[in-house]
T-cell receptor, first 110, second 113 residues
């Protein structure tokens, strides 16, 4: 089983749609959780950290369920500029060892 | 811009050769991590350097080695290149705390022929 797994994608949605990405991780000792965004042929950039209580940043909402080892990202009112690959990232204990999921590609269509 | 710079941006090598990739970390950051990203996959952790010492390593063979210098810049060296080493190599700098975000450079695209 892979350490971090994500929806395989790609997701093709119309502008204005709501889309949800799912991620599961295998190491229950994981400490920190993040969503990164990566545009084609560019470096990953932090979208948001994920906290146990859930957190929201504008149109983006992240949720963490430690018991189920599950992380989610919800994007409301999708924009064309949201088209990218979304990477689920988990930080393992004993150092800053970030493990990236394979990513889920999103295409928002006009 | 993240302030993390990598060089070169693109590189073409042949099988068996050796390559050195370079990374300058963001000012004030003492930790540098290297990742390999093959096409269509997420970045894979190679290793991390903290204050000039290796501070964690992923599942990569010993022919992948690195250095960190007193100014916290870093090098990734790969010996005996193989075709499967073709990938985007990403450097990320940070302050080294578990919940700190990573600041990535724009990467070096390595092609091994």
């Amino acid at each position: 089983r892979k350490e971090v797994e994500q929806d395989p994608g790609p997701f093709n949605v119309p502008e204005g749609a709501t889309v949800a990405f799912n991620c599961t991780y295998s190491n229950s000792a994981s400490q920190s959780f993040f969503w990164y965004r990566q545009d084609c042929r560019k470096e990953p950039k932090l979208l948001m950290s994920v906290y146990s209580s859930g957190n929201e940043d504008g149109r983006f909402t992240a949720q963490l369920n430690r018991a189920s080892q599950y992380i989610s990202l919800l994007i409301r009112d999708s924009k064309l500029s949201d088209s990218a690959t979304y990477l689920c990232v988990v930080n393992y204990p004993y150092g800053q060892n970030f493990v990236f999921g394979p990513g889920t590609r999103l295409s928002v269509l006009p | 811009e993240t302030g993390v710079t990598q060089s070169p941006t693109h590189l073409i090598k042949t099988r068996g050769q050796q390559v050195t990739l370079r990374c300058s970390s963001q000012s004030g950051h003492n930790t540098v991590s290297w990742y390999q990203q093959a096409l269509g996959q997420g970045p894979q952790f190679i290793f991390q350097y903290y204050r000039e010492e290796e501070n964690g390593r992923g599942n990569f063979p010993p022919r992948f080695s690195g250095l960190q210098f007193p100014n916290y810049s870093s090098e990734l060296n790969v010996n005996a290149l193989e075709l499967d080493d073709s990938a985007l190599y990403l450097c990320a700098s940070s302050l080294g705390q578990p919940d700190e975000k990573l600041f990535f450079g724009s990467g070096t695209q390595l092609s091994v022929l």
